[in-house]
């Protein structure tokens, strides 16, 4: 009898664990629905586990991802409960769409969040900040679990998926050219003509220093 309550209960964590990586097998309809296209090419992927899905464009460049915050948040609430979505991201993280798959909230006040979707579009959630959206007066706790679980999945997601890092412009950092940073020019030391050398040096366009450079040509 033991032996069987533990195959049982072995059987149950297994499907439990096969359903986590898992994601709802979508329709062309669902990915119109939710994309507002129908010439995405969509498939699923599985990364550490879990399963979402990579949209490519016609010329097979990744345009976006739909991933199911269920895989990532599991702390955050609304009133009632969790609010679990769907969510399609553009390929840099900007929320383009989402749609509620599962929730304990009263159907009013879910309705008055889902009225103002719009403050939460077009937000980076890859990075941090749509959690703090202003709540929807009237439906405070949905609203905020809605922002929330969009952050907290989102910054997940990210990370799953090995987004880059926000880098810094080209304008900010320091310069790395020539003579100016102290290094040498690029390509390495080469001969060039020795009145152009003179030349150069004069304009403070080159160094002249011999441990940095190579010997004008003679």
Known sequence: M???????LGMVLAMAVLSSAEIKPLSTDDIHKITGSNHF?????KVDGKAFYELKDKA???????????DFVHDVQGFHGPIQMLVYVSAAGVLRNFQIIKHSETPQYLNKAIQKKDRYLDKDIFQPGI???EAVTGATYSSK???????????????LIGTPSKQTPAADLPSTSGAAAGNPPPGGPR??????????IKQKRLSDKPAMYAEPAK
Do not use: V
């Not at 097979?60 to 269920?70: E, H, L, N, P, V």
């Open 191 to 200: 001969d060039i003509d020795a009145k152009q050398y003179a030349s150069l």
């Open 41 to 45: 090419a969509p498939a699923i992927r």
């Open 131 to 133: 959690g703090d959206t």
């Open 60 to 70: 097979g460049k990744i345009s976006g991802y739909i991933f199911d915050t269920g």
């Open 145 to 159: 679990g809605i922002a929330k679980t969009l952050e907290k999945a989102g910054d997940a997601f990210g990370k």
């Open 2 to 8: 033991i032996r069987k309550i533990t195959l049982i």
